[in-house]
């Protein structure tokens, strides 16, 4: 009887010795686990958090029916990017959220103006992009280096900002929605197109506001044909441009052709053999994205991006067609929030004082203003 007990002991002790180990092996590989997850965004996107009522699917699920907009919010234009969300959140019933690409320094700011105003109930997520994925991919200009704008280039890394999704909206923040932003979501793309963009050519904001854009309607305006490397490419110089400030892309397909790849090669090309024109027209995103896209995008309604806003051309819009138009795109030098730029009345109905008080509004000679 006593064998017995002592072997009933033992084997009691053995199996607890056998759980802790089990225990604690699977504390192990929950740790790995955990680091493996945090560790699977590329350098330049980390997630910071989800702010207000955005549910953990957001997280870990894809949701068809989630709308996912993408915008950059830089410091000195973060009122751009707010009254933008403004102008989308309430012309739709769509279940939208936001994917707002930012840099620490930010963070704080954008949290606090949206927490603290009527935006509280905005679904959203903050990404926090890290300059230094741009390495050795951006010719910068020692004399011109605070030009450079990081955040310029969030729309080239799409899929790792948005994961878990088919589709997304790219949208500046210059730009203020009118219309319910599920009509651009629902965009068509042709079989093997990964992008959708307004076409400069046969735009209809191109018909009004050309000849004040200067070059910005074909790729000889953005390219310099000079250079082998762009010749070989057989691309015609009088081919039509698009503007990559609004675009829908179909994220599946961008990943199954390697567009951010291939973008991030024709970076590092431009910094070796300065492909780009030297009179380049508009933003140094646009030319890989127009070689990537050369014939092989589908386009979207032009009332969806109705541009040159920032510039004397916009000017020559009237009341009405502004009224109609679906989305305004104050691209150009003067913006909405800063110097007079056209119909920025427009763009003040959308925006939201910041309750930091550390972003102002700029008003200069505007008779709109001046009537108030």
Known sequence: FFTFSVNISILIVAVVIFLLILHRNFLGLSDFLKRELSDSNPLGLQPIDFIPAAPQRLADERNDKEISVVIA???????GAIAAMNSIYHHTRSNVVFHIVTMNDTVDHLRLWLSNTALKNLRYRILDFDPRVLDGKVQVDPQKADTLKPLTFARFYLPNLVPHAEKAIYVDDDIIVQDDILELYNTP???????????????????????GAGNQYNYIGFLDYKKETIRKLAMKANTCSFNPGVFVANL???????ITKQLEKWMALNVAEELYSRTLAGSITT?????????????IDPMWNVRHLGSSAGKRYSPQFVKAAKLL???GHFKPWGRTASYAEVWEKWYVPDPTGKFSLIRRHSEAYEAK
Do not use: M
């Not at 599946?252 to 390697?258: G, I």
């Not at 030319?287 to 386009?299: A, D």
């Open 73 to 79: 919010a830089s410091d000195e234009r973060l009122g």
């Open 189 to 211: 793309l042709k079989p093997g197109h990964a992008a959708a963009f307004s076409d400069d050519c046969d735009s209809t904001t191109n018909k009004v506001a050309v000849r």
């Open 252 to 258: 599946t397909e961008w990943k199954l052709q390697n």
């Open 287 to 299: 030319p890989p994205l127009l070689i990537v896209f050369y014939k092989q995008h589908s386009s």
């Open 329 to 331: 795109h104050w691209n």
